[in-house]
């Protein structure tokens, strides 16, 4: 079964570091990872997908599919980061996929002034 | 352009009561996913569906739990005789319709926390 791990709860940067949240996962098929965020008092919602290789709000993730790691990384944190931060990985039957994300347990991330 | 309403945003119940949560998903979204967040996880994905039909509740549990998502209305997540254990927060999303493979994006609700006295 696919299991999504984020070792760290809990991450505290002061604002203009570099940051990174890890993320790893198992799967034995090919993978579609996902960060989603959630800000305080809002919904959680998609920040950036692995298959648009996209930088979004300063962030990027690299699927390492030898290390099967999707960490999220961003080089000068600011402090409108400070939030909810998911690795999820999607469920592709048949090789359509759909909604079905396996989350990872999360972590905090805190961006001090 | 409302995002997904989900209602009740707080229920409480009295352990053997029954529980259920509504939730409506982005206009024109047709798939309709449940979560479940218990205390210190992360969510947990529990039944997909569509108009009329599940499509997979492979994260539900076997019994007391069913789910709805009819023709008309909301989506209806049906809890029976909670117990404390159900006591979590509940999570709606729905996506667009697949179009030659989904996007994996979600759309999320708010949420509807349960607490079983």
């Known amino acids: 079964a696919q299991r999504v791990t984020q070792p760290e709860k809990l991450l505290s940067v002061f604002k203009g570091a570099p940051v990174e949240l890890k993320c790893n996962y198992s799967?034995?098929?090919?993978?579609?990872l996902f960060w989603y965020v959630q800000y305080s008092r809002q919904r959680l919602q998609l920040l950036l997908r692995?298959?648009s290789r996209e930088s979004i709000k300063g962030f990027t993730a690299d699927l390492n599919k030898g290390e099967t790691s999707f960490h999220l990384k961003k080089p000068f944190a600011q402090e409108e980061d400070s939030a909810m931060y998911y690795c999820a990985l999607s469920d592709s039957p048949g090789g359509t996929s759909y909604g079905k994300l396996t989350f990872g347990q999360g972590t905090i991330l805190t961006v001090h002034p | 352009n409302a995002g997904v309403m989900q209602n009740p945003r707080h229920l409480v119940r009295r352990r053997g009561q029954e529980a259920r949560l509504r939730c409506s998903p982005v206009?024109?979204?047709?798939?309709v996913y449940w979560y479940r967040q218990l205390p210190e996880e992360g969510l947990k994905f529990m039944v997909y569906l569509q108009k009329e039909n599940i499509i997979d509740e492979s994260g539900m549990p076997k019994e007391r739990f069913s789910a709805e998502f009819p023709k008309e209305g909301p989506s209806i997540l049906r809890i029976q005789q909670v117990v404390r254990g159900d006591s979590a927060a509940y999570f709606c999303?729905?996506?667009?319709?697949?179009?030659?493979?989904?996007?994996?994006?979600?759309?999320f609700g708010e949420g509807s926390r349960l607490t079983v006295l």
């Open positions: 799967y034995s098929g090919s993978p579609e």
């Open positions: 206009k024109g979204h047709s798939h």
């Open positions: 692995h298959i």
């Open positions: 999303a729905s996506s667009p319709r697949l179009a030659g493979g989904n996007t994996g994006e979600l759309f």
